[in-house]
């Protein structure tokens, strides 16, 4: 689980607010998005209540202070080494790489909403972003075919 902040919801004229996705990694290797107003620790209790397992993090101490005194939960810290590589295993890399990328389909969406002058229109935010297929198995040519073609 991460946090990620990002602009959204108006904050006054040409203004937005300060929002955060939260990026959940799923033992069967699917990737999920919440959404929250706050990057407290309540959105983190809410979307993990039922949580058992390995809580991969980085050590913001919202996860810290979930998983103590939870014996069901392993919690494991991921972050940068002090010569900026990853501590994490390749495949969690390669993942993250992934998520990114998919996060990058999303911006380049919002882009093109103003572009096209549209991002006003919330139903033609969903509209644009709809076809973006999130699996995994889905090619980085699919997805930028998807979004392009949206336009």
Same mark, same amino acid.
């Given at each position: +689980?991460?946090? $990620?902040?990002?602009?959204? @919801?108006?904050? @006054?004229? @040409?203004?937005?607010?300060?929002?955060?996705?939260?990026?959940?990694?799923?033992?069967?290797?699917?990737?999920?998005? $919440?959404?929250?107003?706050?990057?407290?620790?309540?959105?983190?209790?809410? =979307?993990?209540?039922?949580?058992?397992?390995?809580?991969?993090?980085? @050590? *913001?101490?919202? *996860?810290?202070?979930?998983? =103590?005194?939870?014996?069901?939960? $392993? =919690?494991? $810290?991921?972050?940068?080494?002090?010569?900026?590589?990853?501590?994490?295993?390749?495949?969690?890399?390669?993942?993250?790489?992934?998520?990114?990328?998919?996060?990058?389909?999303?911006?380049?969406?919002? =882009?093109?909403?103003?572009?096209?002058?549209?991002?006003?229109?919330?139903?033609?935010?969903?509209?644009?972003? +709809?076809?973006?297929?999130?699996?995994?198995?889905?090619?980085?040519?699919?997805?930028?075919?998807?979004?392009?073609?949206?336009?």
């Amino acid at each position: +689980m991460d946090e $990620t902040p990002i602009k959204a @919801g108006r904050a @006054g004229p @040409g203004k937005l607010k300060p929002t955060w996705y939260w990026p959940l990694y799923g033992d069967a290797d699917e990737l999920s998005f $919440t959404w929250s107003a706050s990057r407290g620790s309540a959105h983190v209790k809410a =979307q993990l209540k039922d949580f058992a397992g390995t809580l991969l993090t980085d @050590g *913001y101490a919202a *996860y810290d202070a979930f998983a =103590q005194d939870k014996p069901e939960i $392993t =919690q494991r $810290t991921v972050g940068r080494t002090a010569d900026g590589t990853s501590s994490a295993p390749a495949t969690a890399s390669r993942r993250r790489s992934r998520a990114l990328e998919l996060i990058g389909v999303l911006y380049e969406v919002e =882009q093109a909403l103003r572009d096209h002058k549209l991002a006003a229109r919330p139903s033609s935010s969903t509209a644009a972003a +709809m076809p973006i297929p999130w699996s995994r198995r889905s090619s980085a040519g699919a997805i930028s075919n998807a979004s392009a073609s949206t336009w």
